[in-house]
């Protein structure tokens, strides 16, 4: 039996190069990051079959391009994390789900240009986790036997995991338990004027993306999306030089 593959055009508010995208596990979310900064959630139309158009939400989350997102198990709530070039890793969690279908939504249901400079609504900053010192290049949670962890890759060769201390409350408590330096185990990003990896970046190549969509060669020197050659999409992206 031969399967057909569907597949639509969402819209974007976006204003520049959309760097990551993944759907959350039970495929009721979708979010996208971009290098404006910004990170958007959105919804499968009730209406009409194959759209993704309800109750967008748009708001600004890092300083700085947006390169990495991943999506918690949903054993713990609603929950995904972004990183990006200003090092920050950020978790945010849905405090309320979108509205029904002919319920008041604050936002416009058919909002699908409108940007905020806060979470959207229904949405919460829940914490920032600061310990990276560079260019948050991937994120992955683990599965949900191993409890509310997280880790991401860097732009300084290391590889950071947390893990969040009150995984059932606000899941503003987290520690972090693994800090793994690759350089010291053989794996630091080569370096060299002529270094040029695939996707175009030049000078010191580095690791790509991991999780749900990293992304590679971001000029983080001019921090503008000029410089941007390639990003991967969920399931890990490549940005090695």
């Known amino acids: 039996m031969q399967s057909s593959l569907e597949s639509s055009t ?15 596990p039970l495929g009721s979310h979708l979010a996208t990051a971009s290098l404006d900064h910004h990170v958007r959630v959105v919804h499968p139309s009730p209406t009409t079959p ?3 158009d309800y109750c967008p939400r748009t708001w600004k989350a890092h300083d700085g391009a947006v390169l990495s997102l991943s999506w918690a198990d949903p054993e713990f709530g609603t929950v995904f994390a972004t990183g990006g070039v200003d090092g920050v890793v950020k978790i945010w969690r849905q405090d309320e789900p979108p509205p029904r279908p002919g319920q008041y939504d604050p936002e416009g249901v058919n909002a699908v240009n409108k940007t905020s400079s806060t979470a959207g609504s229904g949405w919460a900053l829940a914490a920032s986790l600061t310990d990276c010192r ?5 994120l992955s949670f683990a599965p949900s036997h191993f409890g509310l962890k997280l880790a991401a ?4 060769s290391h590889l950071r995991v947390w893990d969040c201390i009150d995984a059932t409350a606000a899941l503003r408590e987290w520690t972090l338990v693994e800090d793994v330096d690759l350089a010291g185990l053989g794996l630091a990003p080569s370096t060299g004027s002529n270094s040029s990896g695939p996707h175009g970046y030049t000078g010191s ?6 999780g749900a ?3 590679g060669g971001y000029d983080t020197a001019s921090g503008t999306g000029s410089s941007y050659g ?12």
């Open 153 to 156: 890759i860097a732009s300084d």
């Open 134 to 138: 560079g260019t948050v290049r991937g």
């Open 50 to 52: 194959g759209a993704w």
């Open 205 to 210: 190549s580095t690791l790509g993306g991991g």
């Open 230 to 241: 390639g990003a991967g999409g969920a399931g890990g992206g490549s940005g090695s030089g």
């Open 10 to 24: 969402v819209a974007s508010p976006h204003l520049d190069l959309v760097s990551a995208v993944a759907f959350n």
């Open 213 to 215: 969509g990293g992304a």
